[in-house]
DNA sequence: AACAGGAATGAAAATCATTTTCATTTGTGG
DNA sequence: CCACAAATGAAAATGATTTTCATTCCTGTT
């Protein structure tokens, strides 16, 4: 069992929002930190048994990482031009607690994002 | 663009829940159908674009797929055992419009889902 | 200071699901 | 029967993640 390497977890940080190891790594690399991709993955999974990051999976299968606790927000995202506006959701907060009682899960996050057409498309 | 072998379906329907495109083809084979990988890779996708199945994602990245039963509902998912919920989402439907409408989007749907641990795990 | 033993590191190879390529087969309308 | 499009699948390519393993870095101990 490795412990992580702090500077990973500073990355992630700095990152904002969601990240994959590969872009914390290339990440890194563009700020001259010099540091192996393997040694990213293990900071990572460390952190996650930590329960100091969380960890989702984009729909490509990529597993991204956040930071746990950090206030998280949701996207509004335009089909057409992409653009993309970070909204508040807390009913999705209460919802997904309330969901999870209701069926006696724990240690429950959840994912939810909107799509449509922006008013310029 | 390939239409959808049906023999995949059928199975997909046999194997009851979830399966991965490895199970599917590997009940396949050891039912003695003769398919290739790639076939049902292209067939599922085919399904999914449909809205015939749902896909969701295990834990380690492996893609499941599943019928899409009913209408439109959301999912709770344990991220152990991969035991799978369907809920009722009134609340992100009503969220998701004002949202929208709010940044004056148009056209929208959305994608939300809760994971956590079940009652067993 | 030198030493020992364990932890951390990273380059390279291995894994594994998924996608792509491409040559072959199959099916269908003319 | 022919031509042409769609379907198929074997093999190679891709890309993320994991494993291997030799090396480096610590840290406590004589």
Redesign the interface.
């Known amino acids: 069992m490795s412990r992580s390497n702090p500077r990973v977890l500073s990355t992630l940080e700095r990152a904002g929002g969601f990240a994959s190891a590969q872009e914390v790594y290339r990440l890194m690399q563009r700020e001259g930190e010099s540091i192996g991709l393997t040694t990213v993955y293990r900071s990572l999974q460390s952190l996650v048994n930590d329960k100091i990051v969380d960890v989702l999976?984009r729909d490509d299968?990529?597993?991204i990482y956040r930071l746990c606790g950090e206030a998280h927000h949701h996207h509004?995202v335009?089909?057409s031009c992409g653009d993309t506006?970070e909204?508040e959701?807390g009913?999705?907060e209460?919802?997904?607690k309330v969901?999870?009682e209701e069926?006696?899960?724990?240690?429950?996050?959840?994912?939810?994002?909107?799509?449509?057409?922006?008013?310029k498309c």
């Open positions: 999976r299968g990529e597993a509004l335009c089909k506006v909204i959701g009913a999705i209460k919802w997904a969901m999870a069926h006696g899960f724990r240690e429950v996050g959840h994912t939810a994002e909107i799509f449509g057409l922006c008013s």
